[in-house]
């Protein structure tokens, strides 16, 4: 697998304000590091092509906790436009530098149970199999963490307003692969949740 996986790129998301928690929810503690520094640690041990992680708000303040030399960091400036807008915009510049990838593997910077099993997981059967997209399943509903092969990079640049990867993810429903994911699915929107969840895990 170590071969394979220079292959991948990984897109981390992690640009958006936070409005329900009333603070930048990337910041937030979680175990030795935060939320955004959890999921950089789980992405970096699947040895990806690079690392590129999309801010927004608080760009500034989040950038200078996180060790630059070991990520790519963008900031999109209209990032008040969704989810699906700051996931065209990193796609963008990642074709834009980088060539001859299979796929890119898009994860969320609120999502502390991706772990590098799962990451490891998604990129295996993405490999083994011949269908274009490994998403994570939701019930009757897949969604991020999702990995799409080079063949949907054109589209996922079209994408815009806060739908994020939705609209794809509901087109080529034949071309996905589910994988049930358990905790992976949890994040973290408001105070609340993230009381509840300090106090179980």
């Not at 520094?37 to 500034?60: N, R, W």
Request: charged share 25%; proline share 3%.
């Amino acid at each position: 697998m170590a071969d394979i996986k220079k292959n991948i790129a990984v897109l981390i998301l992690a640009a958006g304000s936070s409005s329900r928690m009333g603070r930048p929810k990337q910041l937030l503690p979680w175990k030795d590091t935060t939320l955004l520094g959890t999921i950089l640690k789980k992405s970096k041990l699947s040895c990806p092509t690079e690392i590129v992680v999309v801010l927004g708000a608080y760009a500034e303040r989040i950038k200078s906790e996180i060790e630059k030399d070991e990520y790519i960091l963008l900031v999109n400036k209209n990032w008040e436009s969704g989810l699906g807008g700051s996931l065209a915009f990193g796609i963008t510049h990642i074709l834009e530098n980088r060539k001859g990838l299979d796929g890119v593997l898009v994860l969320l910077g609120d999502q502390p149970f991706v772990d590098e099993d799962f990451i490891e997981t998604m990129i295996k059967t993405f490999y083994e199999n011949e269908k274009g997209i490994v998403a994570t399943s939701y019930g009757k509903k897949v969604g991020v963490p999702a990995l799409f092969s080079r063949d949907y990079f054109n589209e996922l640049i079209g994408l815009d307003g806060d739908s994020g990867a939705k609209f794809l993810l509901q087109e080529y429903e034949d071309d996905i692969i589910p994988l049930t994911a358990g905790t992976v699915t949890l994040d973290i929107d408001t105070p609340q949740d993230y009381e509840q969840l300090k106090s179980r895990y």
